[in-house]
């Protein structure tokens, strides 16, 4: 399917999403107000009406809300394809990312996706440590050694982030490994702007990890 079709699907499911907020939104005040006629109490009124919409919102989006992770997950894999790469749920075990001796006194872990391109892999990882430090972000694997790394300090990595774009501000080298905080995948799919604009910032986001070890 291309990128026009993909689109077309995308405002659809938009579309279709807003009617049924709006839908939601009428059925809650429906119900507030005979809640309100009924016991005259505005805490009992106010209760039902969100319990009713985010209720009746759920119910009747699962289907599409379904096809939206359907559509991101078609519009990534178009875009790894032109790029020669590909996508896999499954992320880095813990007992794999301790062999690559980045951090110590790792307290939790997690890990889901990876992605592998001609020159590289990333994963999304997220850890804390036993000293209280937090990392989101990504976890990139250069399947050549990078030249001339610069000499960097490991708590860069720890800053509190302030925005979710991805950028390559913060980041952490070891080897051939590199470790980027980040609140958002460079590859994520932002559903609210068009394809062709998640495309640009993709494409951006791909150049900005390949100057990390040009």
């Known amino acids: ?23 939601s939104v009428i059925e809650a005040l429906l119900v507030g107000f005979l809640a309100f006629v009924f016991t005259r109490d505005a805490i009992i009124c106010l209760a039902s009406a969100v319990l009713v919409g985010i209720f009746f919102f759920r119910l009747t989006s699962r ?4 096809s939206k992770e359907e559509l991101q997950i078609q519009v990534l894999n178009l875009f790894l394809r032109r790029q020669g790469a590909k996508f896999q749920n499954q992320g880095l075990s813990e007992e794999e990312f301790k062999k690559l001796a980045l951090i110590e006194n790792l ?5 889901k996706n990876h ?13 804390k440590t036993h000293s209280n430090h937090f990392f989101c972000g990504i976890l990139l694997e250069c399947k050549n050694n990078i030249k001339n790394p610069p000499n960097n300090d490991i708590e860069l990595i720890f800053t509190k982030l302030k925005h979710k774009n991805f950028d390559t501000q913060f980041c952490f080298y070891y080897k ?12 994520f799919i932002d559903f609210s702007l068009s394809l062709e604009s998640n495309f640009k910032n993709l494409e951006q986001n791909f150049i900005k990890i390949q100057t990390l070890f040009a």
């Open 107 to 111: 307290k939790e872990f997690k890990s």
């Open 1 to 23: 399917m291309d990128l026009k079709s993909l689109e077309n699907r995308r405002l659809y499911i938009l579309k279709r999403l807003g009617i049924l907020k709006l839908l």
């Open 176 to 187: 051939n490994f590199i470790l980027i905080a980040s609140l958002r995948n460079p590859f």
């Open 115 to 127: 992605f592998i391109f001609k020159d590289f892999e990333i994963y999304d990882i997220w850890f």
């Open 63 to 66: 289907k599409l809300l379904r």
